[in-house]
């Protein structure tokens, strides 16, 4: 180890330099006598291991490594390391389930095999020729793993890379996920609450239409599934609607929301084509004049799958995207770096991102401004549908800005509006390559863009949603397993006889305890969200963001999408074009989307500031940015030592804990006062969990500065930054510290 002293004259940089690579390190000759195992879960089963493993770790200077053991169970890919660390124990925001060394099945994206430095694809876990000496796996949360197995016995090599390859590349059956082996004990805090609302009971759904208002009918026929497969157990359409086996599943309008005025939201599946055309003309006419005549308001209506990328275009363009993120070493992250711009448009996804954003604030122009119902349909109206329908209620209504009010709006269009999870992340690795496509993470990019441009509007912090992001891939919950409500209640009832512990049971994402505990939960509420509007006459400013290189592409025009079909009034028009054997192009505005949309945004503008109120993006520029925290948290050269995001946080949080500290001195002043003073109490908490700010990474919570530590530059005080003499340009960062793990 290599120690750097902090005082006193500078240290002399060591002359030595070593060319020995860490295959070529020789093992001692007594290896460890005591086996380390991993500490399972309740269900979990070790399948395999192996012993030495080198582990590489990716470093600022060289490529380095740490020895221990790899093992394969029905839940994870884990390294265990010969090496004391002290880290994990350290950790603030630590998962109950899964470390920083373990790799759930499902997170596996792709494994690399490495042989004399030629690196080839696995598709499966049968290897032609000979085993490969280096193993590198990428993860869907972008880790990047690299173990070398040359120094383990060439049988355990073997053993343990067909066991990683065939449990994480082949295809398998949903009873093998581990979920439902997992028998951990249901968390007595959501026994004993659930404030999330699960939208699977009539209860759910009648709470939710007098919250709206709203006079549309609760269907309660396909509670068995008779109406149709595809179609959620409980559901709301608009009453005027009866008839509802003629239908055959496909067509019928779904309420999603009802705006003050009376004018609502729906969406829909295509109707089924193969009906005669006096039946179709039939439908169709029933199917605007329920949506017209329930709110005696106009219909505009908007086929997504012509004005939005396919979800086939979406799973092309963010394969292209998250490669500038799956970085092995710096070198790497170096090369790519050169062409960081030009990388980042050729991908399209955040041009994706924007079409998406706006076409939502083309769907709220129409309820806010114009006062019409709003018809959004698709091939099966469970995907780009529950994209634009969910970021359009986000920016209507606040209730869907809250922590609970996101999840029950996620649970409603999302897990009970039959969204093809099981599908769509491609949980069980099928071969049909047609119906991947990450939708939902689509989604979550767009609810943080939100995020990031109106803080103070949402209860939930970043975090959270990098948190939402990782879980879909930990097989351990019901919200993200399944296709449909069909599918989700006929697979439990035909596995649960199987079972011997009784029936089968999978706790929800929304149970955040069994993965975190209540400290690391503080770290989803943000705490600048504004939970009373405050500032009622201070009208807004206009967005100017902050010009951000590495975050986002540079100022241009925004783009058009090349597809039309902006909304339509002309019903007649839409039953012409459906009448075709299969749906295409709906007539356009003759008004340019963007225009309309532009002299929205802007008279949206000049109105007071309520973050408790209608609330739009700017789609402008760099306005439309990276998602720095999940794309960007482990890649070392990135990431800012004692800045960033985290170390703004944190000194906003030191100010308003400050704030409460003098509204405390004067609640005890004027008891009267007592009553009307906040309080927050997670902020302290979070302040003790975060400690100084300069020395956090600008990739907290998830990694830390493991090799160094350095004396900070920005001061980590009020105090303080007002006594400091010297100017903060003439000091410099100084290492103290630096280890090496090999």
């Known amino acids: 180890m290599l120690s750097l002293g902090s005082g006193g004259a500078k240290s002399t940089k060591p002359s030595f330099v070593s060319y020995v690579t860490p295959e070529e390190i020789k093992l001692e000759k007594d290896p460890p006598k005591k086996k380390k195992h991993p500490d399972l879960l309740p269900g979990e089963v070790e399948f395999c291991s192996a012993n030495p493993i080198l582990k590489y770790t990716q470093d600022d200077l060289s490529q380095r490594g740490v020895f221990g053991t790899l093992f394969c169970t029905n839940f994870r890919v884990t390294f265990i390391s010969d090496e004391t660390s002290q880290e994990e124990t350290a950790k603030t925001f630590k998962n109950k389930l899964y470390g920083e060394n373990d790799i759930p099945l499902m997170c596996v994206d792709h494994i690399y095999g490495v042989n004399d430095e030629k690196r080839k694809l696995l598709t499966g876990a049968f290897v032609k020729n000979k085993y490969p000496s280096k193993m590198i796996i990428h993860c869907k949360d972008l880790r990047v793993f690299q173990f070398c197995l040359t120094f383990t016995k060439e049988e355990d090599a073997k053993k343990i890379f067909q066991g990683i390859a065939h449990h994480c590349l082949e295809e398998k059956s949903l009873k093998c996920v581990f979920a439902f082996s997992y028998m951990g004990t249901p968390s007595p805090e959501m026994q004993r609450k659930q404030e999330t609302i699960m939208f699977d009971s009539p209860e759910d759904w009648t709470q ?159 309820l806010e401004k114009d006062n019409t119902n709003v018809l959004i349909t698709e091939e099966e109206g469970t995907d780009l549908c529950c994209v634009i329908s969910s970021l359009a209620q986000i920016m209507l209504d606040p209730y869907y800005r809250t922590l609970m009010g996101f999840q029950s709006l996620v649970q409603k269009e999302w897990v009970a509006g039959c969204h093809a999870f099981l599908d769509r992340c491609n949980h069980l690795h099928q071969k049909d390559k047609e119906c991947h496509s990450p939708v939902f993470l689509l989604f979550l990019e767009c609810v943080w863009q939100l995020v990031q441009q109106h803080s103070p509007a949402f209860q939930f912090s970043e975090t959270y949603l990098t948190v939402l992001s990782d879980s879909v891939h930990v097989p351990i919950f019901s919200t993200f397993l399944f296709n449909s409500a069909h599918h989700k209640e006929s697979f ?213 500065n493991r090799n160094r530590s350095f004396k900070p530059i920005i001061p980590t005080g009020l105090m303080q930054s007002l006594m400091v003499a010297d100017s903060l340009a003439s000091q410099e960062d100084e290492a103290t510290s630096f280890e090496s793990l090999v």
């Open 208 to 366: 939710e239409m007098k919250r709206m208002k709203t006079n549309c009918r609760l269907v309660t026929e396909n509670e068995n599934f008779e109406l149709s497969q595809r179609l959620p157990k409980y559901f709301v359409i608009p009453s005027a609607l009866l008839d509802l086996l003629s239908y055959q599943g496909k067509g019928l309008p779904i309420w999603c929301w009802s705006h003050h005025s009376g004018c609502a939201l729906f969406k829909a599946s295509f109707p089924s084509v193969t009906q005669e055309d006096g039946d179709f003309q039939k439908h169709l006419d029933t199917m605007i004049n329920a949506v017209a005549h329930n709110y005696l308001y106009s219909v505009k209506t908007e086929d997504l799958s012509e004005s939005l990328p396919t979800i086939q275009d979406i799973q092309q363009s963010y394969n292209k995207f998250k490669q500038f993120f799956l970085i092995e070493n710096s070198t790497e992250f170096w090369l790519s770096d050169v062409k960081w711009f030009s990388s980042l448009e050729s991908s399209g996804w955040l041009d994706i991102i924007r079409q998406c954003l706006q076409k939502a604030v083309e769907v709220v122009e129409c």
């Open 492 to 704: 439990l009832k035909a596995e649960s006889p199987l079972a011997q512990s009784g029936p089968l049971s999978c706790p929800t994402v929304w149970d955040w305890s069994v993965q975190f505990d209540s400290k690391a939960q503080n770290f989803f509420f943000n705490p600048l969200y504004s939970e009373k509007v405050k500032l009622e006459k201070v009208l807004r400013r206009p967005h100017k963001p902050k010009h951000q290189r590495q975050l986002s592409l540079p100022s241009t025009a925004f783009k058009t999408p090349s597809k039309k079909g902006f909304f339509k009034d002309e019903t007649d028009s839409l039953k012409k074009m459906l009448r075709v054997k299969r749906i295409s192009r709906w007539m356009g505005s003759p008004d340019s989307p963007a225009a309309t949309s532009r002299e929205f945004y802007e008279s949206w503008q000049q109105r007071p500031l309520d973050y408790h109120s209608l609330l739009l993006p700017c789609l402008d520029g760099p306005s439309v940015r990276v998602w720095m925290q999940r794309y960007l948290r482990w890649i070392p050269e990135v990431h800012i030592l004692g800045g960033g995001s985290v170390a703004i946080m944190t000194k906003v949080m030191e100010l308003l804990s400050q704030v409460q500290d003098l509204k405390r001195a004067l609640e005890q002043r004027d008891s009267s006062q007592a009553a009307k003073i906040e309080h927050r109490p997670f902020i302290q908490q979070r302040l003790l969990s975060f400690g100084s700010s300069g020395r956090l990474s600008s990739s907290f919570p998830f990694a830390h």
